[in-house]
């Protein structure tokens, strides 16, 4: 019988660029890996064989791009069916995805804020349920960084709680994220943090950013992990206990060995707090 994988410890994002770092990936801490849907779906050949290696190795998610589960048009639902055999394929464990839109008649190539209001509460909820019955499983909505709120008529915690409340969906939970909103729309990002549901938390993204100014930060993926979110991922650690982490590199990628630092220091607040990392339920 095959044996079950799962998801436990420190991640990280599988880019093409690392396909020849099979070796080192092999012999270091790395628990997990992810990658985009929409980057593998298509390929077959050397490729594919190459992401079978790795999947044959490693316990999967899978973080989509293009669901745009906020969007104005109709949800791709032959995509998703596409995604749904990727999962059985891989035997991928989570399916995560942007609580925003990127799309409307066509493709924006950004993550743009869904408006916090009860009517986008059921508007979103109506649409993670349909990919959901597609997939089979539940899906993990990620709290996403923005810059602009229009239409605002609840908190960004209220509407995120509401959606995760309403639609039973999972959290994909971004400490970076949390922390550059914190500070670019003032709140306490340790409030925000102890109002999280534990029972939703399926696994956890950190990741560098960029400092505009003390007032503006913006979410890059480009840089390594800064002090103060490091000290909001162990703050999250001691408040749920240990989750299933993953470093994210999107750009200004540096050597295998810098990149593996990092996925060490997740490792290392995990077991200041427990030793058995846990892993998605």
């Given at each position: ?9 420190a ?6 660029d ?27 050949g050397?490729l594919?064989e190459?992401f079978?290696?790795?999947?044959d ?8 791009l293009?669901l745009s589960?906020?969007g104005?048009?109709p949800?791709?639902?032959d995509f ?12 991928i464990?989570c399916?995560s995805?942007?609580?925003s839109?990127c799309?409307?008649d066509?493709?924006m190539?950004?993550?743009m804020p869904i408006?916090?209001?009860?009517e986008?509460v059921h508007?979103?909820v109506?649409?993670?349920k ?5 997939i089979?499983q539940q899906i993990?909505?990620?709290n996403?960084?923005y810059?602009?709120?229009p ?8 509407f995120?709680?509401?959606?995760l409340?309403?639609?039973d ?7 970076n ?7 670019n ?10 109002a999280?549901?534990?029972h939703?938390?399926?696994?956890g993204h ?16 480009g840089?390594?992990v800064k002090p103060?979110?490091w000290d ?11 989750f299933?982490t ?8 540096p050597?295998?060995s810098?990149?593996?630092k ?5 490792k290392?607040?995990?077991n200041k707090?427990q ?6 339920a």
């Amino acid at each position: 019988m095959k044996q079950q994988k799962v998801i436990t410890g420190a991640g990280l994002g599988l880019r093409r660029d690392f396909l020849d770092e099979y070796e080192a990936l092999d012999q270091s801490d790395v628990d997990f890996m992810e990658v985009a849907p929409e980057n593998w779906i298509p390929y077959g050949g050397h490729l594919k064989e190459q992401f079978k290696r790795y999947a044959d190795r490693f316990p999967f998610v899978i973080h989509g791009l293009s669901l745009s589960i906020g969007g104005p048009t109709p949800l791709d639902t032959d995509f998703v069916k596409q995604v749904a055999e990727f999962i059985k394929t891989y035997d991928i464990q989570c399916y995560s995805e942007h609580l925003s839109y990127c799309s409307d008649d066509g493709h924006m190539y950004d993550l743009m804020p869904i408006p916090f209001t009860e009517e986008a509460v059921h508007y979103v909820v109506n649409r993670i349920k349909q990919v959901q019955d597609i997939i089979g499983q539940q899906i993990a909505m990620e709290n996403v960084s923005y810059y602009a709120a229009p239409g605002q008529e609840m908190s960004e915690l209220e509407f995120l709680l509401a959606v995760l409340e309403e639609a039973d969906c999972k959290l994909l939970l971004d400490v970076n994220n949390i922390y550059v909103n914190s500070i670019n729309h003032q709140y306490d990002p340790e409030q925000f943090l102890q109002a999280l549901p534990k029972h939703r938390i399926a696994y956890g993204h950190i990741a560098g950013h960029y400092d505009e100014a003390d007032d503006l930060k913006v979410d890059t993926h480009g840089s390594d992990v800064k002090p103060e979110v490091w000290d909001l991922l162990d703050m999250a650690y001691e408040q749920f206990g240990v989750f299933p982490t993953l470093l994210e590199r999107d750009f200004n990628i540096p050597k295998m060995s810098q990149l593996l630092k990092e996925v060490e220091q997740i490792k290392a607040l995990q077991n200041k707090y427990q030793q058995v990392p846990a892993a998605i339920a």
